[in-house]
């Protein structure tokens, strides 16, 4: 079974210290939630750090974009999309794991799925607000 653990590191870093103090608690608590399916926690343990990640996620979402909006970032729109796409399929993955009674291998296959989206969204769509924030100071 391939797992994968994933830590923010230097280079996910957007500039803007609020979005990146998130961004690392974010993959904390992704890898927590992982490593408890890899090392067979409870269902109970896995559901509260599901729902724990997916109310994280909204909260993070919240803020960056409520920071977009206060900058007058012009991809606001674009990354709205793609915070409700992703909060979408958080929640897709929390319905999937209740269905299945608390499979284990669930959770294991979407650290996939949430590892690749968190780096590649970070990497291609937050690093763009900051290079905005640096491109637009007096």
Known sequence: ???????????????????DQQHKIWFEKANQL???????????FIAQMLD?????????????????LSIHYPEY???????TNFIAELAKLKDEYARSGGNIAVIINANQMVINWLI?????QDKKIGQYVRSHKA
């Open 52 to 68: 724990f990640l997916d109310e994280y996620t909204k909260m993070h979402f919240r803020d960056e974009e409520k920071y977009m």
């Open 120 to 124: 590649q969204h970070i990497s291609t």
């Open 1 to 19: 079974m391939f797992f994968m653990a994933m830590g923010w590191t230097e280079d996910l870093s957007v500039g803007v210290d609020v979005i």
């Open 34 to 44: 992982f490593d408890a399916g890899k090392n067979g926690k409870a269902k109970e």
């Open 77 to 83: 729109e674009t990354q709205k999309k793609l915070h």
